[in-house]
């Protein structure tokens, strides 16, 4: 029986890991465990700081939620790993802007 997409929501790879780890033992698919192992194995932060951070970003910055979910996956350090996250859209940040979100970011850092 085909699914019906009900809503569409970015999510960083530690909510995806939290989401998989409420599934019981017998439920997860081959692909579902994998996801979670990745998941388990590379999220930067806690499922409920990488929301936070992720609600930061878009609502202090001008980063669309997209780029918000990839900057919380990365976690950049320097201003060179973040431009290189944010130029792909082709908007143009001023290196004051992309020190203030690294700044966020390490508010957020474990």
């Known amino acids: 029986m085909p699914r019906k997409i009900l809503e569409v ?11 998989l780890e409420r599934a019981k033992e017998g439920e997860l698919g081959e692909f579902q465990r994998r996801v979670l192992e990745y ?6 932060l ?3 700081k990488a929301k936070k951070l992720m609600k930061e970003l878009t609502s202090s910055f001008p980063v669309e939620s997209k780029e918000a979910a990839q900057i ?9 790993e973040l431009r290189a ?5 082709g908007k143009i940040y001023t290196t004051e802007q992309l020190q203030e979100i690294i700044k966020t970011i390490d508010k957020y850092r474990d």
Not at 9 to 19: D, F, N, S, Y
Not at 72 to 80: D, H, I
Request: one cysteine or more.
């Open 72 to 80: 919380v996956n990365c976690m950049p350090k320097t201003v060179g």
């Open 46 to 48: 806690k499922a409920d």
């Open 39 to 44: 998941a388990q194995k590379f999220s930067k």
């Open 9 to 19: 929501t970015e999510v960083t790879v530690a909510e995806v890991g939290k989401i």
């Open 85 to 89: 996250i944010l130029t792909v859209k």
